[in-house]
T-cell receptor, first 112, second 117 residues
Framework: DAKTTQPNSMESNEEEPVHLPCNHS???????IHWYRQLPSQGPEYVIH???SNVNNRMASLAIAEDRKSSTLILHRATLRDAAVYYC?????????????FGQGTILTVHP | DSGVTQTPKHLITATGQRVTLRCSPR?????VYWYQQSLDQGLQFLIQ???????AKGNILERFSAQQFPDLHSELNLSSLELGDSALYFC????????????????FGPGTRLTVL
């Protein structure tokens, strides 16, 4: 499985934008980039995913580098409810389809 | 609410015992996944079922087994329990089809917290 690298932790202030980086230098052409987050005492929650183009949804934006070796999850205005562990995951499709390999993720702390 | 339900929420048992964890996927989802989350190993994929058939295995111990029933609910059976099996067990479901291109969302349940004493 292709591996992702994320910072262990990041901090933000409420109402400010947050940029969570992820490196995936061994990504293959068919790998989707997924972001999930896990709030305290809850199951992981889907945030966003993309393949090549930048993506936006109601929760966040995903910016994918042109060479696809890195991506950035953007929370436009952080709230206290966004404090969670954020996981960047590659989905290989094919016979690996659906098997999500979670790394350590990034612990996001949001200050009031 | 993801639409995935898991029972029980908490389970406390003794070493050597056997337990069954239950998962009901979202309506219409044919794929079910089981994950284990422990403090030292993080979130790890255990096994996947699609429409009643096992499709992928991860780091699942031989003492553990799972099945998916015709009504699509799934059960994870853990036997000869050890202290190290204490963990959160999550079930997820997805509308994905095995062998597909990838990119479908997995919807996770709230988890079952297993404590082995």
């Amino acid at each position: 499985d292709a591996k992702t690298t994320q910072p262990n932790s990041m901090e933000s202030n409420e109402e400010e934008p947050v940029h969570l980086p992820c490196n995936h230098s061994t990504i293959s052409g068919t790998d989707y980039i997924h972001w999930y987050r896990q709030l305290p005492s809850q199951g992981p929650e889907y945030v966003i995913h993309g393949l090549t183009s930048n993506v936006n949804n109601r929760m966040a934006s995903l910016a994918i580098a042109e060479d696809r070796k890195s991506s950035t999850l953007i929370l436009h205005r952080a709230t206290l409810r966004d404090a969670a562990v954020y996981y960047c995951i590659l989905d290989a499709g094919g016979t690996s389809y659906g098997k999500l390999t979670f790394g350590q993720g990034t612990i996001l702390t949001v200050h009031p | 609410d993801s639409g995935v339900t898991q029972t029980p929420k908490h389970l406390i048992t003794a070493t050597g015992q056997r337990v069954t964890l239950r998962c009901s996927p979202r309506s219409g989802d044919l794929s079910v996944y089981w994950y284990q989350q422990s403090l030292d190993q993080g979130l790890q994929f255990l096994i996947q079922y699609y429409n009643g058939e096992e499709r992928a295995k991860g780091n699942i111990l031989e003492r553990f087994s799972a099945q998916q029933f015709p009504d699509l609910h799934s059960e994870l059976n853990l036997s000869s329990l050890e202290l190290g099996d204490s963990a959160l067990y999550f079930c997820a479901s997805s509308p994905e089809v095995p062998g597909g291109a990838g990119g479908d969302t997995q919807y996770f349940g709230p988890g079952t917290r297993l404590t082995v004493l």
